[in-house]
């Protein structure tokens, strides 16, 4: 959705010589020079009520990737969206978009911001390409409607384009407020639950436009209570609890250092206790002694299986089946959770 920019005279390869070669050159430079797309140092932010809502948060999100901000209700996530956005005055410290402090320079980090909401706060009998076109303008940029309709065909909006809002269907209606943080052209979007109470449809079609922005350059700020979410398209996932930053790790890694893996041995002959010569491998029976369950890290090259195996082996115990397990994104956060709350 967002344009690319214009080649400058330093990326124009030379007459008779292949632009690809010398362009990912000057891509990498220019990325590893590239400000962060939203940096915070040291926010916290108290309200009149004495509330301390984010207690010394220290961010960076990188540009041009999908990071997904997790916590439970009252953890924090709409106030520092809210901050970053405009919307909130923060307390103490740093919020930067794109190098530009968002206090300092409020004109041009709002402008580089694009925010879907949950809900549609406009006028319900304006048209869609009304109201997505006088967004834009709110930002004072120029008038450009093949751009808006780029935008409305890419989400399914072109037929829609002269019918009042009051007439969509909820699922429509989202389409349109994504539609309305992207008539700006911004380089950053946050998205705040944007498949709450959506179809299945509506949730895949904003999935596959998600990845189709980070494609474009678009950095995206994700907030959602559905774990699937984050697990099916961020690169890098935040937890934020009671106003601090839990953690914020590439989900690959998440997975591998903090996920478990559950073995279940399904028995061929069930079990009343489990044998003390087993012990050590801290097994549970399930299925009214009929399975062994063995919990293992995901991290390491030793499991303990084989050595499991061997010990099943030795005390005659045998099974016709068995599968394994391996924890999910959700199982990840409520453990962290459960332990901050500890």
């Known amino acids: 959705m967002k344009r690319e920019p214009a080649a400058s005279p330093t990326e124009t390869a030379p007459l008779g010589r292949s632009d690809a070669v010398v362009r990912p050159q000057a891509e990498a430079s220019e990325r590893s020079t590239q400000p962060a797309a939203v940096s915070v140092r040291g926010l916290t932010k108290t309200f009149d009520s004495g509330f301390r ?6 961010l960076e999100i990188h540009s041009g990737e999908i990071f997904a901000l997790l916590g439970p209700n009252g953890a924090g996530k709409t106030t520092l969206i809210s901050i970053i956005c405009g919307i909130v005055m923060p307390g103490e410290g740093v919020v930067e978009v794109d190098g530009h402090d968002i206090v300092r320079d409020w004109r041009i980090t709002r ?4 925010l879907v909401p949950q809900e549609l706060s406009t006028d319900s009998f304006e048209t869609v390409w009304a109201t997505v076109s006088f967004s834009r ?16 065909r890419d ?24 539609a309305k943080a992207l008539a700006h052209e911004p380089s950053v979007l946050f998205l705040d639950e944007p498949t709450a109470g959506v179809d299945v449809e509506l949730r895949r079609d904003m999935w596959a436009l998600v990845r189709s922005l980070r494609a474009h350059g678009v950095t995206i700020i994700l907030t959602t209570h ?6 099916e398209m961020a690169d890098r996932v935040g937890v934020i609890h009671t106003g601090r930053i839990v953690l914020v790790e590439d989900k690959a890694a998440l997975m591998r250092k903090l996920g478990r893996k ?9 079990l009343e206790h489990i044998p003390e010569d087993l012990a050590r491998h801290e097994l549970e029976l399930a299925a009214d002694g009929h ?13 303990g299986v084989t050595q499991l195996l061997h010990d099943l082996a030795a005390a005659g115990i045998r099974f016709h089946d068995l599968h394994t397990e391996q ?3 959700e199982d990840i956060f409520v453990d962290l959770v459960r332990e901050q709350n500890a």
């Open 53 to 58: 809502a984010l207690d010394g948060i220290d």
């Open 111 to 114: 402008s580089r911001i694009g």
């Open 137 to 152: 303008g709110l930002f004072g940029k120029a008038p450009d409607p093949a751009h808006i309709e780029r935008v409305l």
């Open 155 to 178: 989400l399914s909006l072109w037929d829609k384009r002269n019918d009042q809002l009051r007439t969509l269907s909820g699922g429509m209606k989202r389409r349109v407020l994504i």
């Open 226 to 231: 559905y774990i699937e979410e984050a697990e």
């Open 262 to 270: 559950q073995l279940t041995l399904h028995l061929q002959q069930p």
């Open 291 to 303: 399975a062994l369950v063995y919990t293992f890290a995901t991290l390491g090259e030793r499991t």
């Open 327 to 329: 924890s999910t994104l």
